[in-house]
C-alpha cells in the first residue's frame, strides 16, 4: 500500500483480555518501530525492529508487552491480560533505515473496559 | 520525567500572521530534533528538523531555531494558514541524524483563525 496500514482502527477490550494489534509498514521499509500515546500525551516509544530482529525493546512497559516481526515485514503488538491503563493510541512507524524519516500509520485505539 | 516539554497546550493566530511554537528540553544528549503535525485521527506527519550543528533550517513557510545553550527550540509558520490547524510534536532524538526512539513532547494545539 502507499502508506503504514494498521488494523483494526478501534479496539474494545475487557480487562484481563489479549489483544493484538497488526502493522502493515510501507512495503520495502526495513525499520518498524512501536509508540504508545495516552491522551493527552505525546507519543512514547515503546520497542524497534530492524527487519525480523528486535533490536530495541527498552520501551515495553511490562512482560505483558510482546512485539514481533517474524518476516521483516508485518508486525504484531501483543498485549495479554489488558489492563485500563493500557487504553491508549497504538502507533506502528516504519522507514527505509535507522536514520530516516518515520511515517506513522494513523493508529490503533485500544480502549480497555 | 520529561525530557521534552511542550508548556504551552495550545496557541490560536490570526490567518496571515504568524505562528510561534515553542519546545524546550532537559537532555544535553538530544542532538537532532523533528517537528511533526498531527491532524485528528491521522497518524503524525513529518514536518522539519533540525541537526545540532545548525541553529536554523527553513523550509518554506516552516523554519525551526535551535538554541543549544538554552536547550530550546521553535517552529515558526509564515503565514498561517487555517490548514495549519492541528496538533503540533516536538520531538528529538540521541543519534545523530536519527529519527530512531524519539523522545516527543505533549504537543501543541495550533488552531489559525480565518
Known amino acids: 500500500g502507499a502508506g503504514v496500514s494498521q488494523s483494526p482502527r478501534y479496539k474494545v477490550a475487557k480487562r484481563g483480555q489479549d489483544v493484538a494489534l497488526r502493522c502493515d509498514p510501507i512495503?520495502?521499509?526495513?525499520?518498524l518501530f512501536w509508540y504508545q500515546q495516552a491522551l493527552g500525551q505525546g507519543p512514547e516509544f515503546l520497542t524497534y525492529?530492524?527487519?525480523?530482529?528486535?533490536?530495541?525493546k527498552s520501551g515495553l512497559p511490562s512482560d505483558r508487552f510482546f512485539a514481533e516481526r517474524p518476516e521483516g515485514s508485518v508486525s504484531t503488538l501483543k498485549i495479554q491480560r489488558t489492563q485500563q491503563e493500557d487504553s491508549a493510541v497504538y502507533l506502528c512507524a516504519s522507514s527505509t533505515g535507522p536514520n530516516e524519516k518515520l511515517f506513522f500509520g494513523s493508529g490503533t485505539q485500544l480502549s480497555v473496559l | 520525567d520529561q525530557q521534552v516539554k511542550q508548556n504551552s497546550p495550545s496557541l490560536s493566530v490570526q490567518e496571515g500572521r504568524i505562528s510561534i511554537l515553542n519546545c524546550d528540553y532537559t537532555?544535553?544528549?538530544?542532538?537532532?530534533f523533528l517537528w511533526y503535525k498531527k491532524y485528528p485521527a491521522e497518524g503524525p506527519t513529518f514536518l522539519i528538523s533540525?541537526?545540532?550543528?545548525?541553529d536554523k533550517n527553513e523550509d518554506g513557510r516552516f523554519t525551526v531555531f535551535l538554541n543549544k545553550s538554552a536547550k530550546h527550540l521553535s517552529l515558526h509558520i509564515v503565514p498561517s494558514q487555517p490548514g495549519d490547524s492541528a496538533v503540533y510534536f516536538c520531538a528529538a532524538s540521541e543519534a545523530t541524524g536519527a529519527n530512531s526512539k524519539l523522545t516527543f513532547g505533549k504537543g501543541i494545539t495550533l488552531s489559525v483563525r480565518p
Open positions: 525492529f530492524q527487519n525480523e530482529a528486535q533490536l530495541d
Open positions: 512495503s520495502g521499509h526495513v525499520s
Open positions: 537532555n544535553s544528549m538530544f542532538d537532532y
Open positions: 533540525i541537526s545540532s550543528i545548525k
